[in-house]
């Protein structure tokens, strides 16, 4: 009896350390994803060069300091001038705007509507910006994601150790093949994510500039930060686009409108289901489910790691419990949906 109540005390601890604590465990899981990034890239130019494993994820680490010191110089002067622009000419636009629909009647309902709905969207802008609000900040949140991604990269066999000591030894060889049966997915999903996001900055900023839409680069670039996050990205990196083209009449405008919604049709339907494929294979319902129920949950970080994951839970699910626990082999589960 004592046992029992032990065990639900323990369950219920835990339950409550999850639920209090979710913030910190999406960072961690970022932490991780880097980590995988890391690691596989490190492994891929050990493997190509023949080098350590060790010097080959410091050669890692100081080829993406290069890089971003080398973005910085060429394009942080120019990105600086049309970021400045962007904050100036949005609320210009804005103004705009606003003064169109002051000369109808239906723009001045449109109007009212909207002031009256300003304190609910800044409500649920509030709520997914919430994964970023905490005590550090969004730059305390990246330092420690840095720090977890590096220091896992560096040494994951003595983490792992530390995984399957909490295991029983007959069980080790198994948890060890699921470990590294998630962590392939884990790669696959980042490299096809980093793939998706730098198609979705080259299409936006060629788009652009064939409309002749001014600030291209600092557009593109942001259409493709943005595009990690689903749904609230795209739609975040297509207004001050729209914004910027009001100006330069209506049919850029339209054009920049068919242009954003041409991108995000092809990352929808031909990108991000190549990524998710790749990865694991999820079911759309279930991914639409864990998206909004992470970013209802946890803000922008939740939606952005609910596809990571799902998937990762759904491995779990897989091998643990439908093949180990219930003696399914995949065999019968395609006999059973036949």
């Not at 705009?96 to 802008?125: D, F, Y």
């Not at 793939?195 to 060629?206: K, S």
């Not at 600030?215 to 595009?227: D, H, I, M, T, W």
Request: one cysteine or more; hydrophobic letters at 55%.
């Amino acid at each position: 009896m004592l046992i029992a109540v032990g065990i639900l005390a323990l369950a219920f601890t835990l339950f409550l350390l999850l639920w209090y604590a979710y913030q910190v465990m999406l960072v961690t899981f970022a932490g991780l994803l880097l980590a995988v990034f890391l690691h596989g890239v490190g492994v891929f130019i050990q493997q190509k060069l023949g080098l350590g494993y060790s010097l080959s994820l410091a050669l890692v680490l100081l080829a993406g300091l290069l890089i971003l010191a080398g973005l910085f110089v060429l394009i942080a002067p120019t990105l600086g001038e049309q970021v400045d622009e962007i904050t100036t000419e949005v609320p210009k636009a804005w103004q705009e705007i606003r003064q169109s629909l002051q000369k109808t009647n239906l723009g001045r309902l449109v109007l009212r509507e909207g002031q009256e709905a300003i304190p609910r969207q800044r409500e649920i802008w509030s709520t997914l910006a919430g994964a970023f609000s905490t005590t550090l900040g969004a730059i305390g949140n990246l330092l420690i994601i840095l720090f977890i991604g590096v220091y896992l990269a560096a040494n994951p066999g003595a983490y792992m150790r530390g995984l399957c000591a909490l295991i029983p030894r007959h069980r080790q060889k198994r948890f060890t093949s699921v470990v590294n049966e998630i962590g392939n997915s884990l790669w696959s999903w980042v490299l096809g994510r980093l793939f998706a996001m730098g198609v979705i900055t080259i299409l936006t900023l060629v788009g652009l500039w064939l409309i002749g839409v001014r600030l291209a680069l600092a557009l593109s670039l942001s259409a493709g930060v943005l595009n990690f996050i689903p749904y609230i990205g795209p739609l975040a990196s297509a207004i001050p686009a729209l914004l910027i083209a009001i100006p330069q009449g209506l049919k850029t405008v339209v054009w920049v409108g068919v242009l954003y919604s041409a991108i995000q049709g092809i990352e929808s339907y031909l990108l991000t289901p190549m990524v998710d494929k790749r990865a694991v294979s999820l079911p759309p319902a279930l991914t639409i489910t864990t998206q909004v129920l992470f970013g209802s949950v946890a803000g922008i970080l939740g939606l952005a790691l609910a596809t990571p994951m799902t998937a990762v839970a759904v491995i779990l699910v897989e091998r643990l419990y439908v093949e180990d626990a219930l003696g399914k082999a995949k065999d019968e589960e395609r006999k059973d949906e036949g």
